[in-house]
């Protein structure tokens, strides 16, 4: 599964918003490249929301263990919630096309597989249309009743 096919396949979903930052975004070089998965049905990023999913393309200061730098890798992380995420064993996080803990976040309900292929891809965009629901579930809350 190519990177082009997760963000499309993101981009698709109801009030999805995929940020992307470059450079003059505004957002840390160190962040450039990699894509960020809100729901936002106004397409602005919300305030005080962290990503249901994200899309690195390189290691991160305290993150290498899934060899991002390497030339074509990359991470696909979804926020599934603690019950979910517990579904998923401990893997290398090195290993590709396998789902497991995020290596920094699992305890708190992130799972992560580095290069979807076959034996992931369905169940991948299966779990970020789920967090994309649990995301839309929080923005309904937070609005409050209309």
């Known amino acids: 599964m190519s990177i082009e096919h997760i963000l499309a396949a993101v981009r698709r979903l109801d009030?999805?918003?995929v940020l992307v930052p470059g450079p003059g975004s505004g957002f840390p070089p160190l962040a450039h490249?990699?894509?960020?998965?809100?729901?936002?049905?106004?397409?602005?990023?919300?305030?005080?929301?962290q990503p249901y999913g994200t899309l690195l393309t390189k290691d991160?200061?305290?993150?290498?263990s899934s060899r991002l730098d390497a030339s074509g890798r990359y991470r696909v992380n979804a926020h599934v919630g603690r019950t979910a995420a517990r579904r998923h064993t401990p893997a290398d996080p090195a290993a590709t096309d396998v789902f497991f803990p995020?290596?920094?976040y699992g305890a708190q309900g992130w799972v992560?597989?580095?290069?979807?292929g076959p034996r992931t891809t369905?169940?991948?965009?299966?779990?970020?249309?789920t967090a994309h629901e649990a995301a839309r579930a929080r923005y309904e809350r937070r609005a409050g009743p209309r």
């Open 33 to 49: 490249g990699d894509a960020f998965f809100f729901y936002a049905p106004d397409g602005e990023v919300p305030a005080h929301t």
């Open 112 to 116: 992560s597989v580095v290069n979807p």
């Open 122 to 129: 369905d169940a991948l965009l299966g779990l970020l249309r």
């Open 102 to 104: 995020h290596p920094l």
């Open 15 to 17: 009030g999805a918003l």
């Open 60 to 64: 991160y200061p305290g993150d290498s």
